[in-house]
């Protein structure tokens, strides 16, 4: 069949054949359903928009011409991506990515191809869009038109979740890494309170394991004590969680070896490498998996956390896109248990976490430096930390502001512990701005009185943002154009 995009008030009129069970028109665009389908470009696309799995994965447009390449070993695959799309990369040799995928035309417009539903990939070639449910029937978009209103429309049909105002979070990951202890975070609480942050938000570091989520040795009066300090100072109270990871040392995985997730032949299924070792993912269909995961966000609710930051998310869906069903079913029963505490999600599924999110990390981690080239260059990882990285992702991904907070991370205002330029900090400083997430790692201490008046600025006053085109925005008296590092 036929589907025709266009044509009236002088507009340019294009027709699409497509393959699927059925089409009808829906606001912005078309509704198809159909476990495959497929949208025939009638001109040649040169670029694909590539949309990552989860939160660390590359979302950027590619060049058709060049073949997506194969990261790491097997054993040491990075997180960053469902793994189907990786092993698909492999032998396929075919640009394919996560929900969604769009073409850019001969004509500088874009034809995208969407999921409304769950479990979905989308393989690009230069004619043609392929989208295919990893489990059954659903629905999709299909859109033709300026990139931003494509993109625009299709969010319009997805699930939302906004709660307000973006809160302005200092985090303990970017300064101190997981070298934290109660006396070090209440020394940098007393520093953090003199400013207009809303939330102090410990990260990695407090656990005593992966799954074993009490307070270790350098908490000795426990968790409850530090959220009582930081309220005192008028701050919400945030707090780093893994629920669903465990490593091949965690207790929790020899004491309950049958919520592991596991293979056909008992082996854990790979989930990542990280902290030096191998990562193993819980099985988030197992109900006790499940009230084990949610008793966790109750209880750190009762020690007076509500801002949650839940990480390595994708644990809960693997092998991939197959296990977003699963995933979203987990993710509903700790909204639930989280009541009015603010979630934020990272290294999560992108598209079957909204609507349940407060917050979304959209990007890779804002390390302090521009681009670790040892592994973008020679391991062609997109993935890894830095703000290249965080900044490529998160931009292609703005239109799902629509939706829900996107967090871009970390902005950095200390020279020190840094590599980053001025101009450098300035785009991710930037990036804060027009998300509206203002969020920073820097212990005031560290800064020298000009960067003090940045942050202090930068939390005080919102800058008014215009969007002049996909990467150009005007920030406050400032025009940024990001397309130089694309
Ligand atoms: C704590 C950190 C911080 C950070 C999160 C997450 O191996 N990886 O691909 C990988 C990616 C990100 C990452 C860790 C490992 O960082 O994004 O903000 O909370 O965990 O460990």
Redesign the pocket.
């Known amino acids: 069949m036929r589907v025709v995009f266009g044509g009236s008030l002088g507009q340019a009129r294009l027709e699409v054949g497509v393959t699927a069970a059925s089409s009808e028109p829906v606001s912005g665009g078309y509704l198809l359903r159909g476990r495959e389908v497929r949208a025939f470009a009638p001109s040649r696309g040169a670029q694909f928009f590539r949309h990552g799995w989860q939160?660390?994965s590359l979302a950027a447009w590619v060049g058709l011409g060049e073949p997506p390449k194969p990261l790491f070993p097997k054993e040491r695959r990075?997180?960053?991506d469902d793994p189907f799309l990786l092993d698909a990369a492999e032998w396929g040799g075919a640009w394919w990515g996560s929900g969604l995928g769009a073409l850019r035309l001969a004509d500088g417009k874009v034809l995208l191809l969407g999921a409304l539903d769950l479990g979905a990939r989308v393989l690009g070639r230069q004619e043609v869009l392929l989208g295919r449910y990893a489990l059954g029937e659903g629905r999709w978009f299909l859109a033709y038109g300026p990139e931003e209103e494509v993109f625009s429309a299709y969010a319009s049909h997805l699930p939302r979740r906004l709660s307000g105002k973006p809160l302005r979070v200092w985090?303990s990951?970017?300064g101190y890494?997981?070298r934290i202890s109660e006396a070090l975070l209440l020394a940098a609480l007393e520093e953090v309170a003199h400013f207009p942050f809303e939330v102090f938000q410990i990260?990695?570091?407090w656990q005593r394991a992966l799954g074993d989520w009490e307070a270790n040795d350098r908490f000795p009066r426990g968790m409850a004590f530090l959220a009582e300090r930081i309220r005192e100072k008028g701050l919400r109270a945030g707090l780093?969680l893994?629920p669903f990871l465990l490593t091949p040392d965690s207790p929790l995985g020899h004491a309950r070896p049958e919520w592991v997730l596991r293979d056909g032949e008992g082996r854990p299924i790979p989930a990542?490498?990280?902290?030096g070792r191998p990562?193993y993912a819980l099985d988030s269909g197992n109900e006790e998996v499940l009230e084990y995961a949610a008793g966790l966000v109750r209880k750190v609710r009762e020690w007076g956390y509500d801002y949650i930051?839940l990480?390595?998310l994708y644990a809960a869906s693997l092998p991939g896109a197959e296990g977003e069903g699963r995933y979203r079913k987990a993710m509903e029963r700790i909204r639930e248990e989280a009541g009015g505490a603010y979630l934020l999600f990272?290294?999560a599924p992108i598209l079957a976490s909204l609507g349940l999110a407060d917050g979304l990390?959209v990007g890779?981690?804002a390390a302090p430096y521009w681009d670790n080239e040892d592994r973008s260059l020679w391991l062609s990882d997109p993935?890894?930390?830095g703000l290249k990285n965080a900044l490529r992702t998160t931009l292609h991904r703005l239109w799902l502001r629509e939706n829900v907070q996107v967090d871009p991370?970390?902005a950095y205002f200390r020279s020190c512990f840094s590599l980053l330029t001025p101009e450098e900090r300035r785009l991710q400083e930037a990036m804060g701005e027009i998300t509206g997430f203002k969020a920073t790692s820097d212990p005031p201490s560290w800064l020298t009185p000009e960067e003090r008046e940045r942050l202090l600025a930068f939390l005080s006053q919102d800058q008014a943002v215009n969007q002049l085109g996909p990467y150009r925005f005007q920030v406050g008296e400032e025009v940024l154009d990001y397309a130089s590092l694309l």
Request: proline share 9%; glycine share 12%; charged share 20%.
């Open positions: 939160s660390w990075p997180q960053a985090c990951w970017y890494y997981t990260d990695d570091g780093w893994a990542g490498f990280n902290w990562l930051k990480d390595f990272c290294g990390r890779p981690d993935t890894g930390p991370d970390v």
